[in-house]
């Protein structure tokens, strides 16, 4: 699988969409651990790396 390149403010879609309907996150900040902030309700998490790169479908927007 191809590495991807994140940067904070870019905005990745996900194939598991959140209970709020939207399946679009923004990246607040990378590293081991991704801080992610949901588009639709604005909630955030904390992801794995390795977790986001498992379930990214494509990132929608670049900072
Ligand atoms: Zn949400």
Redesign the pocket.
Known sequence: MEKRQFATGDVVRMKKK?????DRWQVLRTGADFRLQ??????QMMMPRSAVEKNIREIVKNA
């Open positions: 959140h209970p709020c309907g939207s949901c588009e639709g309700c604005g909630r």
